[in-house]
């Protein structure tokens, strides 16, 4: 299966401001998925990013919020911008073959 | 009704023990399932795929009922390492998942 690797692992932000969070997978891959997880929550499909093409988003996720970059198939960046505290969140990204991969997450905390 | 429901638990359970949780499904158009594993702080990891058949992967077994429409799975002599969080995973279309919230177990020795 894909190794993904996203960073950072962790990040404090102030609110107002916004953060890029990073996967590249080792091998390429048609599509990755953008995922939140609030705590004790299940995993939230935030969007889809296909190389080429602009990302697909979710009921409740809109682009000017969460921009999605797929430069090519192997990376992808997910930013979440003018950040509040409802943003606070683990933000993961994932990648299909066999099963669902994902990357070690990112712990977004905002202040 | 949640698309995918699982009991939130905790489920305390003795080392050695069998312990089995169900995750019941909406959408009886679904054709994929998975159970995937969640340590504390850490990114989902798949631990398996069901299939219709019911499936075994050493002291796990999963099962798929879709006349209820739900899937199992069962743990047997269980280690103080299974404690988790266990998400079950249905598809609703092509490639669109939908997560169960989970289930904690908490292996006690």
């Known amino acids: 299966s894909a190794v993904i690797s996203q960073k950072p692992s962790r990040d404090i932000c102030q609110r107002g401001t916004s953060l890029t969070i990073q996967c590249q997978v080792d091998s390429q891959v048609t599509m990755m998925f953008w995922y939140r997880q609030q705590p004790g929550q299940s995993l939230t499909l935030i969007a889809t990013a296909n190389q080429g093409s602009e990302a697909t988003y979710e009921s409740g996720f809109v682009i000017d919020k969460f921009p999605i970059s797929r430069p090519n198939l192997t990376f992808s960046t997910l930013t979440v911008s003018n950040m509040s505290p409802e943003d606070s969140s683990i933000y993961l990204c994932?990648?299909?073959?066999?099963?669902?991969?994902f990357g070690s997450g990112t712990r977004l905390t905002v202040v | 009704r949640k698309e995918v429901e699982q009991d939130p638990g905790p489920f305390n359970v003795p080392e050695g023990a069998t312990v089995a949780f169900n995750c019941t499904y909406s959408?009886?158009?679904?054709?994929?399932f998975f159970w995937y594993r969640q340590d504390c702080r850490k990114e989902p990891k798949l631990l398996m795929s069901v299939y219709s058949s019911g499936n075994e992967d050493g002291r796990f077994t999963a099962q798929l009922n879709r006349a209820s429409q739900y899937i199992s799975l069962l743990i047997r002599d269980s280690k103080l390492s299974d404690s988790a969080t266990y998400l079950c995973v249905v598809n609703r279309d092509n490639y669109q998942l939908i997560w169960g919230a989970g289930t904690k177990l908490i292996i006690k020795p």
């Open positions: 959408n009886s158009a679904s054709q994929s």
């Open positions: 994932s990648v299909f073959g066999g099963g669902y991969t």
